[in-house]
T-cell receptor, first 113, second 112 residues
Framework: EAQVTQNPRYLITVTGKKLTVTCSQNMNHEYMSWYRQDPGLGLRQIYYSMNVEVTDKGDVPEGYKVSRKEKRNFPLILESPSPNQTSLYFC????????????FGQGTRLTVV | QKEVEQDPGPLSVPEGAIVSLNCTYSNSAFQYFMWYRQYSRKGPELLMYTYSSGNKEDGRFTAQVDKSSKYISLFIRDSQPSDSATYLCAMRTNDSWGKLQFGAGTQVVVTP
């Protein structure tokens, strides 16, 4: 089954404790991206990647890091989480030549206390 | 001011009615226009996308783009309770393949 898998689905952590949210897709897609979704603000892009070792900032990259060492994986790293990073996070992927952002993961609800 | 504006709703309609959703935008360089559906506790799923102006139809769904007015619409005919969800519009320019701008989403409730 074609899918984008995020882990964990739910996470509560404390300020300053480094964490990683994993994202994996099984469709051989070149393009992957991360979004955060907040009430009234919709989806805002954090980072995206057009291929292995190629990443670029979205609209709200501050406080986040990403890496793309393999085509299927695109982890989101929060080096020192803060309460304003409490949000619902989505990973997405697609073929560069196909439909835009065709597949989203199920989401990761992160709470930073 | 946001680049993409979308009324958050909720928009409540009786089953069988036509649902009309829209977004306005400020960046005249946007060329790709998408509509996503998001059920509660789920990730968005791509419903339709169009390039530049015009209409596109897929089953009960019709997407329209009016670039002169910077206005896009999604119509859902013969609405069903299963259409109850949040609908998000998104758009991007020709040369920014990776960078999508989303609207805030409109919550739709279809009552039996």
């Amino acid at each position: 089954e074609a899918q984008v898998t995020q882990n964990p689905r739910y996470l509560i952590t404390v300020t300053g404790k480094k964490l990683t949210v994993t994202c994996s897709q099984n469709m051989n897609h070149e393009y992957m991206s991360w979004y955060r979704q907040d009430p009234g603000l919709g989806l805002r892009q954090i980072y995206y990647s057009m291929n292995v070792e190629v990443t670029d900032k979205g609209d709200v990259p501050e406080g986040y890091k990403v890496s793309r060492k393999e085509k299927r994986n695109f982890p989101l790293i929060l080096e020192s989480p803060s309460p304003n990073q409490t949000s619902l996070y989505f990973c997405a992927s697609s073929l560069l030549s196909g439909e835009p952002e065709a597949f989203f993961g199920q989401g990761t609800r992160l709470t930073v206390v | 001011q946001k680049e993409v504006e979308q009324d958050p709703g909720p928009l409540s309609v009786p089953e069988g009615a036509i649902v009309s959703l829209n977004c306005t935008y400020s960046n005249s360089a946007f060329q790709y226009f998408m509509w996503y559906r998001q059920y509660s506790r789920k990730g968005p799923e791509l419903l339709m996308y169009t390039y530049s102006s015009g209409n596109k139809e897929d089953g009960r769904f019709t997407a329209q783009v009016d670039k002169s007015s910077k206005y896009i619409s999604l119509f859902i005919r013969d609405s069903q309770p299963s259409d109850s969800a949040t609908y998000l519009c998104a758009m991007r320019t020709n040369d920014s393949w990776g960078k999508l701008q989303f609207g805030a989403g409109t919550q739709v409730v279809v009552t039996p």
